[in-house]
């Protein structure tokens, strides 16, 4: 069995199903995401493991105990919210103690563990701070060491990061992910941001409208989507209206030009509309190498965005994005010029929607 096992979870609020048969195995030390687009369950899923929702249906065990009903200060759980929740009128080194004087540790251990905590987060020149004395970032910190100086079996994370600048939230991931390898502790961390999710995880969970849609490692949910939503939802995408023109042997229609796609589209009749997609890395120029499709385009837009260059291009009537990684010697065609683009057939993807 599973360390934390979440099965068949349902969350009813009224007439609405918000979460809908949930089905989660997490191993001891595992760091899951929980990713997804505003209002799809994220956060209840996680309040009915922290215990601030008790599920409409469904079991949760967390080594080997039932914890479904138990109230949130009877499982040992640890969590991190958007909102850093501090106590105000605490300093840094009085809230990481806060969980371990409800429980009536020791005064001495507790300050131990403070100290421990602080030192993990390296925070020890504030520890005698207020929180209104500290950065967004700082106090987040303190909210991670709050959180596990508890030793908590399991520590959730809802959006830890998105109140932060972009800077302090890439350096702020990592370090949470540093600590939480380091001690081994099983995570389950929220988001909808993709890259955030895909750099962090060891496995992601991407829901839809309190619905699974994919499980699996970030690059099983970035190279394999199993649907237009992950395919969609991850990383950037081209996506065209086409039609089967033959079922056996892959091809497909997409205005009048033909594609080769390993998808597979047996199932399909001749004829039956159906969505294309390519991811623009998987375009490069003929040039380079030729491989399953060799596409004629035409050259309608070029964007520098400093690492890659994104260049858009016609193919019969349907526009195509295509990344391409700068360098200081590329050479770049103009725009209106004819050229051929080039994809391999495992990169043409035909998905249920
Ligand atoms: N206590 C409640 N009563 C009624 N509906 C609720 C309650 N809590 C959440 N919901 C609804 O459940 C759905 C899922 O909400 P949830 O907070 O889990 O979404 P989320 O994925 O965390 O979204 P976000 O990314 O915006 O935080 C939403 O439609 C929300 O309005
Ligand atoms: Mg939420």
Redesign the pocket.
């Known amino acids: 069995m599973s360390y934390l096992s979440i099965s068949h979870i349902t969350k009813q ?2 007439d ?1 199903v ?1 979460v809908d048969d949930f089905n989660l195995d997490v191993e001891k030390g595992e760091f899951v995401s929980f990713l ?1 687009p ?8 996680l309040r009915m493991v922290a215990g601030f929702e008790i599920p409409t249906a469904g079991r949760i065990t967390l080594d080997g105990a039932d914890i479904t009903e138990k109230a949130p200060n009877q499982r040992n759980v640890g969590m991190i919210f958007q909102s850093y929740a501090l106590f105000p009128n605490m300093t840094v080194a009085q809230n990481i103690g806060f969980g371990l004087g409800v429980r009536k540790e020791p005064k001495e251990m507790i300050s131990q563990r403070v100290e421990e905590m602080i030192s993990l987060i390296n925070l020890e020149k504030h520890a005698n701070k207020y929180p209104y004395q500290l950065s967004g970032g700082q106090q987040q910190r303190v909210s991670l060491a709050r959180a596990l100086a508890i030793h908590p079996q399991v520590l959730l994370l809802d ?1 830890p990061l998105s109140a932060l600048d972009a800077k302090i939230r890439v350096s702020l991931r990592a370090e949470i992910r540093a600590i939480q390898k380091k001690l081994g502790i099983t995570a389950i961390f ?1 988001t ?1 941001d993709q890259e955030e999710a895909l750099s962090i995880s060891d496995r992601i969970v991407v829901m839809n409208a309190g619905l699974m849609e994919q499980v699996g490692t970030p690059f099983e949910i970035y190279n394999f989507p199993q649907t237009q939503f992950v395919a969609n939802f991850v990383g950037s995408l081209n996506t065209a209206n086409a039609e089967v023109s033959d079922p056996v042997k892959g091809l497909v229609n997409v205005n009048g030009v033909q594609f080769i796609t390993a998808s597979d589209i047996k199932s399909r009749k001749k004829g039956d509309a159906i969505r294309v997609s390519v991811r623009p890395e998987r375009f490069s120029f003929v040039s380079e190498e030729k491989k399953d499709n060799v596409l004629d385009c035409v050259i309608e837009n070029i964007t520098f965005l400093g690492s890659v260059v994104r260049i858009q291009v016609r193919i019969g009537e349907a526009k195509f994005n295509m990344d391409t990684f700068n360098n200081p010697f590329l050479d770049l065609p103009k725009i209106g010029s004819k050229e051929q683009v080039t994809c391999s057939k495992e990169a043409v993807l035909v998905l249920d929607e």
């Open positions: 609020f009224g609405t918000v997804g505003s209002g799809c369950g994220k956060t209840t899923t959006e929220v909808h």
